[in-house]
């Protein structure tokens, strides 16, 4: 008899809004640019700890709470990721990504993986991060999302949609990234070449167990603020302007600005943080002999001050995506 083997290359992934938390909406799904995923379903076992006399052996146990989660890696484009980016921030409105002081949206993850159809229902998105560099997936840009969700079941129905909207990649090599002090708009002379970076934000949801939901968690809210972090590492270490103002601030403990822009020559993604601070002094640590790097990670944080220059920014970041420019 023949045998059917799944593999890697013909699974198909969606994202669906959920009306109702925990169960699957049949319309409205949106193709993944997937290229991997860790989702797995976990269980919690109670274990026997009534004593046996003259037995080493440990009793039978019994199946507690169980959720599921992980990460679903996806290569980041203009067209097949606004479900992803909205899950994780909070609002989309006119192109605009817009952070959200609560997350309430709720998605379902489906993964044909041949034999089975794997769905993964009442996800909320735990953290994004976008990382990208040189030597990253070839220059091009990962968008990567880890979940929370309430349940997972297999179906031996066929996946709702499978078909990408034609897309630019968002590439290491389209991307102008800017960085400077408070005091003016950023302008051509404050761009910076970056070998990698890596932008994160964590919701700090909460994962909950109750009584009446049968050992499955409770929709998960946010429990602590946001937290935001912009890790870079430039090519060298040099006396530019714009590195002596990344070391100037960490002395000072002063706030900069930074912004990204991706851009296609079509579509654009523009990313601009309004404030932000190192996190730890930068480093320029000797791992060869070749020119010495510079490393720098910042915390990321509400734009009270630098409210001249971006007015728009009223948030730690704003995410905003041009099509057909």
């Known amino acids: 008899m023949a045998v059917s083997i799944a593999k890697g290359f013909n699974t198909k992934a969606v994202i669906v809004p959920e009306a109702m938390y925990g169960t699957l909406a049949e319309s409205g799904q949106q193709a993944l640019p997937i290229i991997s995923e860790t989702l797995t379903k976990n269980y919690v076992y109670m274990q026997n700890e009534v004593k046996v006399a003259g037995g080493a052996s440990r009793l039978p146990s019994q199946l507690g709470n ?5 990460t679903v890696t996806c290569e980041w484009d ?3 990721c606004s479900e992803l980016l909205t ?3 909070g609002s989309l409105a006119l192109g605009v990504f817009t952070p959200t ?3 309430d949206d709720k998605y379902s993850i489906i993964l044909d993986k041949e034999l089975k159809r794997h769905q993964f229902l009442g996800g909320m998105c735990q953290e994004m991060r976008i990382r990208g560099g040189a030597g990253i997936n070839n ?5 990567e999302t880890d979940w929370i969700f309430r349940s997972m079941t297999e179906s031996d129905t066929a996946i709702l949609a499978d078909t990408l909207t034609a897309s630019g990649k968002i590439k290491h090599s389209n991307l102008t990234f800017r960085i400077g002090n408070g005091t003016d708009a950023l302008a051509a002379g404050d761009a910076l070449p970056l070998v990698e970076y890596t932008f994160r934000v964590r919701n700090n949801l909460s994962v909950i167990y109750a009584s009446g939901n049968s050992g499955s968690i409770i929709q998960p809210v946010r429990q602590s603020m946001r937290e935001v972090t912009l890790e870079i590492t430039l090519p060298y270490y040099s006396s530019d302007d714009e590195t002596t103002a990344i070391k100037t601030a960490a002395a000072a403990h002063s706030l900069l600005q930074a912004d990204f822009t991706w851009s296609d020559g079509t579509d654009t993604m523009l990313l601009q943080i309004g404030e932000m601070y190192l996190g730890d002094y930068p480093n ?3 791992e060869s002999h070749d020119m010495l790097p510079f490393k720098a990670m910042f915390d990321v944080v509400k734009n009270v001050n630098n409210q001249t220059y971006l007015t728009a920014v009223d948030y730690d970041f704003l995410l905003t995506l041009t099509l057909g420019t």
């Open 139 to 143: 220059g091009k840009t990962l968008l």
């Open 87 to 89: 899950a994780a921030i």
């Open 66 to 70: 169980q959720t599921a989660g992980g």
């Open 284 to 286: 320029q640590n000797i």
């Open 78 to 80: 203009y067209d097949n």
């Open 101 to 103: 002081e609560d997350l």
